[in-house]
């Protein structure tokens, strides 16, 4: 950044940022202060193709002392995502649809294969291994966290 | 008899019954798969390299069934990266086995699009397809449950259906089926035992 012009540019964009980011409730900002909500381990699995569904993965850990509650997940890869659990019952899956997911204080959730996810639909472009994709989640107390999940292998179980 | 002969003989009595009690049950429970085994209806499918294959051209081999789709974002590929790591847990063995991935979603899931997704996980997996009418015939045969379903808001449908491991010994009769658990090693130990039992000469 040279100029001075660019530099109040960038500055503004930064401000602007910031103040939207604290408007949403500021999780993801906080360098400094400790963050209530933290998502890590987050993965989503590469398409096949021109395959445009997909699913992804990530851990959740409520360090606050207030439940909160994933309420929607989005992604700009894609036209739709979806907390969807895989549920067996009478040994049928069926893929149900999670309206919200809540986190006790001190727990930690995770969403594995087989079970709890994110489901991606209407992939905007194929993903391949080692590819990296937003995932914005939005919390009802912690706001929008955005994390970068990385497009590991059809086959990868984990 | 002395008192010590006559405990001895007590502790024997009490070994023998615990023994036998332990075979006796082994004997019932163990081969409940097979004594239960019945033929698997007659099919005829497409493979991934566009072969026609029926039940007769697994025989031989013990075949392992699962019913996907290829769009099935988590249970399909996780059970094929199950079924990827159960062919390498079995090493040399593995030759005597067939893991094939059956779709429910004829429409869509062709030889080539099979091959493709198969690859991912491990190449020896078969995929097979067919006609609508082959996929119903297939599925009724192993009492597999599939619908189509509408995926709110986009134009596009989903897939609800049974996701058990179907089990077929190498004379074509239905051996077990398992589910899909949580702990992959437990059920790796359980399919070799069954795959070394169906893979074993059974009586005819």
């Not at chain 2, 690859?119 to 599925?139: C, K, Y």
Request: glycine share 8%; hydrophobic share 45%; net charge negative.
């Amino acid at each position: 950044m040279s100029g001075p012009i660019l530099f109040s540019a960038v500055s503004f964009r930064a401000i602007w940022a910031v103040t939207c980011l604290m408007l949403n409730g500021g999780a993801a900002l906080a360098a400094d202060a400790p963050r209530a909500i933290v998502v890590t381990q987050a993965w989503v699995r590469a398409s096949l193709g021109q395959t445009p569904t997909t699913a992804a993965y990530l851990k959740i850990e409520n360090r606050g002392a207030a439940e909160d509650r994933i309420l929607s997940v989005a992604t700009p890869a894609a036209a739709a995502a979806q907390l969807h659990e895989s549920v067996s019952t009478d040994g049928i899956m069926r893929m149900q649809a999670v309206k919200s997911l809540g986190i006790n204080p001190g727990q930690s959730l995770e969403l594995a294969p087989g079970g709890l996810h994110i489901m991606i639909m209407g992939l905007k472009s194929p993903l391949k291994a080692g590819q990296t994709i937003p995932i914005k989640l939005r919390l009802e107390r912690a706001g929008e966290i955005e994390v970068e999940a990385e497009v590991r292998g059809l086959g990868a179980a984990k | 008899m002395s008192r010590t002969a006559k405990t001895f003989a007590a502790v024997l009595i009490v070994a023998v019954a615990v023994v036998a009690g332990v075979f006796l049950r082994h004997a019932v429970e163990e081969p409940l798969g097979v004594s239960v085994a019945t033929a698997v209806k007659p099919f005829t499918l497409i493979d991934h390299n566009g072969r026609p294959v029926t039940d007769a051209t697994f025989r031989g081999r013990a075949l392992l069934l699962f019913f996907g789709f290829i769009r099935c974002p988590d249970v399909c590929p996780t059970s094929m990266s199950f079924a990827a790591d159960l062919l390498n847990a079995l090493g040399d063995s593995a030759g005597t086995l067939q893991i094939a991935f059956v779709t429910v979603d004829p429409e869509r899931d062709t030889p080539e699009a099979l091959r493709d997704y198969l690859a991912n996980f491990d190449s020896r997996i078969a995929g097979l397809t067919g006609t609508p009418e082959q996929i119903a015939a297939v599925t009724k045969a192993f009492g597999v449950y599939y619908a189509k379903r509408a995926l709110e808001g986009l134009d596009d449908y989903t897939m609800d259906h049974s996701t058990a491991f179907y089990l077929v010994s190498t004379n074509g009769q239905f051996h077990r089926a398992f589910a899909l658990n949580d702990d992959s090693d437990e059920m790796i130990d359980e399919l070799r035992a069954a795959i070394s039992a169906a893979s074993s000469p059974q009586k005819e």
